[in-house]
């Protein structure tokens, strides 16, 4: 076949799938109808990830994993706005790593609500201005993000799925490379590409700023500024990126949550998100924890944070493996009970892997 052979191909299977796409379209229309004769949830993280599970493990051609996800993340999010114009808050402003988050979980399909602080996504959600929201919860080389974890001692809200980002920090500026004589960022970021600025931009004015939207904008307003951040910030401002993944660690990622008034039913891999307080003597904390290790249920995190209450003391976050509705995490839930002054379930939601 020549080029034209195949481009006529092509255009064939274009054909189909729209075909395809549009009767599924009608289809996910009856279901919208059927969520709000039912008063059913639009977005359900546990089918949406049992979903992409079996595409992934049904494909038998040359999509990656990644590429499949990425292909009905879009599709779903034009669902989302088939079913009911979805509005998802998160903490802003456009372009930050927040928003980037946001969008690879809910598509481009839906409408975005930017917040000036972590409460104003709670508070956003919670008043129904949203429908969900996107808050960090942890940096792999930063660590926890303690506001999150604060806010959720006194919100009614549930964590109903995470999300984790690889952080790739690129250069972006309007200008050619070699004209830039000031860099603007955050100073994570600064921190995370410390070893590549001294091998790259030695002499040049590091200008700390709130967030990478802020640099990004900045260095789209002067003549001589680049910017270190996210590719959505340089979508935003309309910065050209010069180079790529310029972090010095590979592995940098961070971990979002999904805000909802409801938590999500299992899905045969999960994670649980809990708080407590455990009581002012000797040994409580290794008490509390005790029937996690007996029962076998793996914490894959632990953290702890100063009441804010009268009493002061601590307050734990942990998370265990599996479902709150699972038999084992039942008991072992049962159990931390009985050695704290309160113990709050966050929510359950897939595990991402």
Not at 3 to 12: C, E, F, G, H, P
Not at 31 to 41: A, H, I, L, T, Y
Not at 239 to 264: P, W
Not at 288 to 299: D, G, S, T, V, Y
Request: aromatic content about 6%; some cysteine.
């Amino acid at each position: 076949m020549d080029l034209n052979d195949i481009r006529v191909q092509i255009d064939s299977i274009d054909d189909r799938l729209l075909a395809l796409l549009n009767e599924r379209a009608d289809l996910v229309h009856e279901v919208g109808k059927v969520k709000r004769r039912d008063g059913g949830s639009i977005y359900a993280p546990e089918r949406e990830e049992q979903l992409l599970r079996s595409l992934v493990e049904k494909s038998q051609g040359r999509l990656p994993e990644k590429a499949i996800r990425a292909i009905y993340r879009e599709i779903m999010s034009a669902s989302f706005a088939l079913e009911k114009g979805l509005t998802i808050a998160y903490f802003g402003p456009a372009g930050t790593y927040t928003h980037e988050a946001a969008r690879l979980k809910f598509g481009a399909s839906v409408d975005y609500l930017p917040e000036s602080g972590i409460n104003d996504v709670f508070n956003a959600v919670a008043r129904d201005r949203a429908d969900y929201g996107v808050v960090p919860i942890e940096n792999s080389s930063q660590g926890v993000i303690n506001h999150t974890l604060d806010v959720f001692v006194d919100s009614p809200l549930k964590i109903c799925a995470q999300i984790l980002l690889k952080i790739d920090n690129n250069l972006m500026a309007r200008i050619p490379r070699e004209r830039i004589t000031r860099l603007y960022s955050h100073p994570q970021v600064f921190g995370q590409c410390r070893q590549w600025i001294r091998a790259n931009f030695a002499q040049a004015e590091l200008v700390e700023v709130s967030s990478n939207s802020r640099a990004a904008a900045l260095a789209a307003e002067e003549p001589n500024a680049g910017a270190l951040g996210g590719k959505m910030a340089a979508e935003v401002h309309g910065l050209n990126l010069l180079e790529r993944s310029i972090q010095d660690s590979s592995s940098n990622t961070t971990r979002f949550l999904v805000l909802s008034h409801e938590t999500c039913p299992p899905t045969g891999d999960d994670r649980t998100s809990v708080m407590f307080r455990v009581r002012d003597k000797p040994g409580a904390l290794l008490q509390a924890l005790e029937p996690f290790e007996r029962l076998k249920i793996n914490l894959s995190k632990i953290e702890s944070r100063t009441s804010k209450r009268r009493d002061r003391g601590y307050c734990f976050f942990v998370d265990p493996e599996g479902h709150a509705r699972d038999a084992a995490l039942v008991e072992a839930l049962q159990g931390l009970g009985q050695h704290c002054h309160f113990v709050k379930i966050l929510g359950s939601y897939p595990q991402t892997h």
